[in-house]
């Protein structure tokens, strides 16, 4: 499948909808502007409201294309049997992020600021997913399929990490966990024990915590430094005694809500009183921790998105701490790469997390978590047999 063809590259509102994929590409929202982009096309700013009313407006077009261009190459997967259906749909979603980078990159953020693209995106590969097996998939289906595939491609396109494609599609075909069953008890019982919760605590604490409520509420972008000092109640300067600025500041936030997320997950794995658990479920009661710990604090996913494009290398030591920890596992994972494995895990938790976390009406969490359990048990082998 050759790069998708772009519109109107010969046109002026061509020119300007690809400067600003160009430029939204490559910086966060907040920091272009009208003027930049017409600076990027070599247009007057008058001439850009010939064609668009702002900023926004040429957004939500870049955000509908990826969506159309989307809808072309998954809704229709060839094939005459369901195998061969899911293997062009399984190359065309990977395809689609390997060839268009830039689409990605913008559709990554206006997913957080326009969640109702993302709900049309997961429509798109919902349908797109029943008519290579002919069923009518739900969450479940989507989040193990699509929850990893997606993760994967776009962690390749966009930050070089090395994906085995091979594998990517056996697990979605076999499952990776093969012969493993659980006890529904064994991952979902018990009490979870939370983070113990400072008394007194420190300026620096009170700074961190003041400042992920307000990135949660209002967004980095429109966050001042006076109101993290204003709601700790701290002078402004107090936060440069401990922050040389606000990207370094958000930097630390997003390496300490790792560390909370690992320490919670970390201190509730193991079952008081019960059986040790087999590998599958670990991997489910896992997912269930993270669940409830978004429960818990509402803020840290709103922080940790919008800081993918705000400080994108501390995102990425975010997630290469997860990648650590897995690679500690002594069980591996089977005859699938392992690096591809554990890609494909964390999309699992990441796309699960994004329904919680910014769907107003998630479905039941527990059901979903047992049904996606099973499907790291055996895949679609069932559909394919």
Not at 34 to 55: E, W
Not at 137 to 163: D, K, M, N, Q, T
Request: aromatic share 12%; hydrophobic share 40%; net charge neutral.
């Amino acid at each position: 499948m050759g790069p998708i063809q772009k519109e109107h590259t010969a046109s002026t509102e061509g020119r300007l909808v690809e400067a600003a994929i160009d430029l939204f590409s490559r910086e966060w929202y907040g920091t272009v502007s009208v003027a930049s982009i017409c600076r990027h096309a070599g247009v007057s700013n008058g001439v850009y409201y010939r064609y668009f009313t702002g900023k926004e407006q040429i957004f939500h077009r870049i955000l509908q294309q990826v969506l159309d261009q989307i809808r072309q190459v998954a809704s229709a997967p060839a094939g005459e049997t369901r195998s061969e259906r899911l293997h062009g749909l399984i190359s065309a979603v990977a395809g689609f992020s390997r060839e268009n980078p830039g689409l990605v990159a913008v559709f990554r953020e206006g997913q957080y600021r326009f969640f109702e693209y993302e709900r049309k995106l997961v429509g798109i590969y919902t349908q797109s997913l029943g008519a290579a097996l002919d069923f009518q998939p739900g969450l479940a289906e989507y989040v193990f399929a699509f929850g990893g595939l997606r993760f994967c491609a776009v962690r390749s396109a966009l930050h070089g990490v090395r994906i085995d494609l091979e594998s990517v599609e056996a697990i979605i075909r076999r499952g990776l966990f093969p012969g493993l069953g659980f006890e529904a008890e064994q991952v979902f019982s018990g009490a979870a024990a939370p983070l113990p919760v400072a008394l007194d605590a420190t300026a620096r604490e009170r700074l961190l915590r003041a400042g992920k409520q307000l990135f949660s509420e209002k967004g980095y972008f429109d966050t001042a430094i006076h109101e993290i000092t204003d709601r700790a109640g701290l002078a402004v300067g107090s936060f440069y005694s401990y922050f040389p600025s606000k990207e370094s500041y958000l930097a630390e936030l997003i390496r300490l809500i790792g560390h909370d997320v690992r320490r919670f997950i970390a201190r509730n794995l193991p079952v008081a009183g019960g059986q040790p658990l087999n590998r599958l479920e670990r991997e489910m009661r896992g997912l269930w921790l993270w669940l409830v710990y978004l429960s818990i604090d509402k803020d840290c996913y709103p922080v940790v998105r919008e800081a993918e494009f705000v400080v994108p290398a501390a995102v990425q030591e975010y997630y290469g701490q997860f990648v650590e920890g897995y690679r500690r596992n002594p069980e591996g994972y089977g005859q699938a790469d392992e690096r591809t494995a554990i890609e494909f895990l964390l999309g699992i938790a990441h796309y699960l997390g994004i329904e919680s976390a910014f769907d107003t009406a998630p479905s039941n969490a527990r059901a979903t978590v047992e049904a996606v359990g099973g499907y790291l048990a055996r895949g679609f082998s069932d559909r394919l047999a």
